[in-house]
């Protein structure tokens, strides 16, 4: 391969999986994606917890804002659990609409279990009451003539070298601290 290709970034996939729309993850006053939550595994749905594609349940959100529709948490009376792992067919399970203030199904579980079988637990599988400090990494190391990604402020991603990525990090800072 020639030396331009080594300078051109990585290609972007062509498909993009969106994540799962929850509520958590769903701006309430963006008109295109406030209802986008609620829609997930309606009433009489079977097979799959999206009636449709993200990318239209976008647009019908958008037209229950239109219509004047608002979200308000403090009605909210149901919450979506997504389907678990041993439901028959988790693929193709809708998931289930259940009270807002219905515990999650391991938190029973766990209320219900003695002192004594938590600390077994606890042993068995490496959980401290004091977590262990995380570790911070040092720099990559790269050879000198290796590209490493850079993020650009418009969003774009660049193969640099390690001492531009350096240089351009500290330019960053550097006008951050100037702006302040």
């Known amino acids: 391969m020639g030396r331009r290709n080594q300078n051109r970034p990585p290609k972007k996939p062509r498909i993009s999986v969106p994540d799962f729309p929850t509520v958590d993850n769903c701006d309430p ?16 749905q079977n097979g799959a917890p999206l009636p449709l594609p993200v990318k239209i349940l976008r647009l019908v959100s958008r037209r229950l804002w239109d219509a004047g529709f608002r979200y308000h948490p403090e009605l909210r009376t149901i919450k979506y659990r997504k389907p678990r792992v041993g439901d028959p067919h988790f693929l193709s399970n809708p998931g289930t609409w259940v009270p807002i203030d219905d515990p999650e199904p391991g938190e029973e579980a766990a209320k219900k279990l003695s002192p004594e079988q938590k600390a077994q637990l606890r042993e068995r599988f490496g959980l401290d009451d004091d977590p262990p400090k995380p570790k911070v990494p040092g720099p990559p190391k790269t050879a000198p003539d290796e590209k490493v990604p850079y993020l650009r402020k418009d969003g774009t991603t660049v193969m640099v070298t390690p001492s531009q990525a350096r240089r351009w990090a500290a330019a960053k800072r550097a006008r951050k601290e100037a702006g302040k």
């Not at 006053?29 to 009489?44: H, I, K, S």
């Open 29 to 44: 006053n963006d008109p295109t994606m406030y209802a986008v939550w609620a829609l997930v595994g309606l009433p009489g």
